[in-house]
């Protein structure tokens, strides 16, 4: 093999030492041209490899796998994007949301006050264009929740609070907030969850419903549609109003976003039942990864194990 390795080399001689000839005789701007041109391609082509994709082209919803927290991502056709939750800030859900094609986000929810819901939003305000923060705080006093409230009022993003009622349009998407109602003024409620904010994303015939941490004690007595697909309640905690909560909503796919080996042991032995004997498809970021559901022509795809960020 050495042997036709040298071989091949004198053979392939001349021609080198031609072409640098040639090469030579070119006049000096000429091969600054020729060589800008090179390096011009070479990094052409190590961009198109390194860059993040484009928007999805269909809409599409991503379960993202944040470990033992919460972080969706709806986009729509035409670019438009909205994150509710950005799970706790080791996860870097910015890096996540990035390689999923996201440039600019049309919407932000902070659902509840809670680290593994708020904690990874301060550096997605940090590194996107927001145009809209939806404030599910509450009224709360954490300073941390707190601070990204000041944050997006210091980068000039628009903020409204999360109260049922409230419509909001991004795109093709639209999103109607169903809970929580106005309370009176005084003192948040010690419990969060129980006011965090439950929506349902639509576009055309397809409906999403996101509850955050919100259980069936506050689900139940709302008026709630039909849907597509769902994110179970609470990291999949146990809940007996669940049944009750399916039969509701009629989900054909949920999707627990839930830690690995977490220490709270979600999710529960019967949540999983209940979706079992309901939900004809069911998925837990903690085994499946980001869980990626993509609407096209009316049928819906799913996709597991989508890549994490790098």
């Not at 093999?1 to 030492?17: C, D, K, T, V």
């Not at 397809?206 to 309640?233: C, I, T, Y």
């Not at 839930?258 to 999710?267: D, Q, S």
């Not at 032995?269 to 993509?294: C, E, I, M, N």
Request: hydrophobic share 40%; net charge positive.
């Amino acid at each position: 093999m050495a042997l036709w390795i040298r071989r091949g080399s004198r053979r392939l001689e001349p021609r080198r030492l031609a072409a640098g000839a040639a090469w030579r005789r070119l006049y000096r701007p000429r091969r600054l041209a020729l060589a800008g041109a090179g390096v011009a391609l070479v990094g052409l082509v190590l961009w198109r490899l390194t860059a993040p994709p484009g928007s999805p082209g269909a809409l599409t919803v991503s379960f993202l796998d944040v470990g033992q927290g919460d972080a969706t991502l709806i986009q729509d056709a035409g670019g438009a994007a909205v994150l509710f939750d950005g799970g706790p800030p080791e996860a870097r859900v910015a890096r996540l949301i990035r390689n999923l094609g996201v440039k600019r986000l049309s919407v932000v929810v902070a659902t509840h006050q809670s680290r593994d819901h708020q904690g990874g939003l301060p550096e997605v305000l940090e590194r996107f264009p927001v145009d809209l923060f939806l404030d599910g705080g509450d009224g709360t006093r954490d300073r941390a929740f707190r601070s990204l409230e000041a944050e997006a009022a210091r980068r000039g993003v628009e903020s409204v609070k999360a109260v049922a009622g409230e419509t909001l349009h991004a795109g093709g998407l639209t999103i109607q907030v169903l809970w929580p109602t106005p309370r009176e003024p005084g003192p948040p409620p010690g419990d969060p969850n129980e006011r965090a904010v439950a929506a349902v994303v639509s576009e055309g015939g397809f409906r999403l419903f996101l509850s955050a941490d919100a259980e069936s004690p506050s689900l139940l007595p709302l008026g709630l549609p039909r849907v597509n697909a769902m994110k179970v309640p609470h990291h999949g905690s146990a809940d007996p109003g669940l049944p009750q909560l399916l039969q509701r909503l009629h989900p054909q796919v949920a999707a627990i976003e839930v830690g690995a080996h977490n220490l709270y042991g979600h999710p529960r032995p019967s949540t999983l039942a209940a979706l079992r004997a309901q939900v004809p498809h069911v998925y837990r970021t903690d085994r499946d990864g980001t869980v990626q559901l993509t609407m096209t022509g009316g049928q819906m795809t799913i996709r597991t194990g989508v890549a994490r960020g790098s």
